[in-house]
């Protein structure tokens, strides 16, 4: 019994080139050996990370821009709102403040200061600077009502 085998044609890519010859004109089944990798082959990983990195710093570039977009609706809509709540003090004669006890700095909406019949310059924005502007017979149970809020904020 004798085997019979086939051999199937090899052909040397870098031959092929050298002469000329499409591989499309090889007979069916042939293997073409010492083909050199196209550059897609060859840099396929790099080319992909390098897409993968464009793909996510455009990405971050666009939600940067998204959250600067809802920033700035925040920022108009907090506008409006000091502008409702200015109206609204001017409407009710009424002011706000805060006290900041660290820093001892006072801040004034306008109202207050309207109140008090001051400019915004006539007033240096700590709690002494406050308490020249209380008339002197009313003073002392000024302080006293500021000390016992101090020493017990509950009551």
Known sequence: ????????????????????ISEDRLPSG??????EWSFWEERKREIIAGIA?????????VSLFIHRARRNRA????KYEKMRLAEGQRIAHLGSWEWNIVTNKLS???EVYWIFGLELHEFGSTYEDFL???HP??????????????ADPKS
């Not at 019994?1 to 000329?20: A, E, N």
């Not at 990195?53 to 570039?61: D, E, G, K, Y």
């Open 1 to 20: 019994m004798s085997l019979i085998t086939l051999s199937v044609p090899k052909f040397d890519w870098r031959q092929l080139k050298r002469w000329g």
């Open 75 to 78: 920022v108009e809509a907090l």
């Open 30 to 35: 042939s293997v073409v050996q010492y083909k």
């Open 108 to 110: 004034w909406s306008g």
């Open 132 to 134: 020249d502007t209380v």
């Open 53 to 61: 990195v464009i793909i996510f710093q455009a990405l971050v570039i």
């Open 137 to 150: 017979d009313d003073r002392e149970a000024v302080e006293h009502a500021v000390n016992k809020a101090l």
